[in-house]
């Protein structure tokens, strides 16, 4: 390309328009405008797909491609596999909720979907419990919990990955509460987790803010149970005999 319309391209943020174009066909005038423009979308979808992944601070590379969905998952019966996938729980607004034994795979579809929610343009930030309560705390000591709220506020997924690993005090339990609670009916969670609800008192002392927790959780929600063993324990137990 040459350098007068290198500029342009710089001066006009065309980014992409500027990497390859000699590469595109040039059946007709039309044809070829419309190609460079959809060179320039494309181009622009895919590093805003990249900002948002790195946004999120994903743990791992998960994608739903090599997710194997094994029987021991029991989707509610109004919900299949390409539902789910589809990610039309995140325009309703409504959560996803994972719960079994760890080792089921549980993160695993958490963190594809959120990467394919990144892919589709959408915010997301995945977070593992015990850290979310450990920035929460931090700061609200800091001073800074308005502006960590402010910057959730722009979020249209949340993931909360291992809900009852650790309990948490009194502080970090109500500040959690104040995260969810602002997320009901506002934008989507998918949660992880190894305890049956009935269980949450052993991480929510409070049996009241509990009991709400899990009301505004399930109300708009979709659970899937994980009945299986761990992957991980059986993989290891494999190379043993």
Known sequence: MNEAIDQLCKQLRLAHISEGSEDI???SPDEFVLQLLLKERDGREQSKAARNIKKA????YKVLGNYEWHSD?????HLSKEELMNLDFIHRKENVI???SPGTGKTHLASALGRKACEKGLEVRFYRVSHLVE???TALANGRLTSFRKK???VDLIILDEMGYLPFGKDGAELLFQIISECYEQKSLILTSNLEFSQWNRIFADSRLTAALVDRLIHHAHIISYTGQSFRLANALSKKL
């Open 98 to 100: 994972l719960v079994g």
């Open 135 to 137: 920035e929460l705390e």
């Open 57 to 60: 601070r994903f743990l791992d």
């Open 152 to 154: 959730l506020e722009k």
């Open 73 to 77: 998952i029991c989707l509610p019966a």
């Open 25 to 27: 066909p040039f059946p």
